[in-house]
């Protein structure tokens, strides 16, 4: 039963991810795909976590870790540009 619901929960996060895909691809502002982008980041960190779960290993987690940490720090980088390229154009 255990595996099941573990199979289960992962294909759910896989056509979460493929929803996030298809936000990122068809939106058309900034913002809309770096919302997109900034929450497959969280749903990829919860698909490596089942993964790791499922498969007993600890190296998943590891990954998960490093992976959502980068994730918000490109985040981060990427909503700076954005206020940045907003504040030169209002200054122009």
């Not at 980088?77 to 954005?82: K, N, S, T, V």
């Amino acid at each position: 039963m255990r595996e099941f619901l573990l199979t289960g929960m992962q294909w759910f996060i896989i056509a979460c991810i493929l929803v996030c895909i298809i936000r990122i691809l068809t939106s058309r502002t900034t913002s809309g795909k770096l919302v997109g982008l900034n929450v497959l980041s969280g749903v990829v960190l919860a698909f490596l976590v089942l993964r790791g779960v499922s498969e007993g290993r600890a190296l998943y987690l590891d990954v998960a870790l490093v992976y959502d940490i980068f994730g918000f720090l490109g985040f981060l980088g990427i909503a700076r540009f954005l206020k940045d390229k907003i504040q030169g154009e209002s200054q122009e």
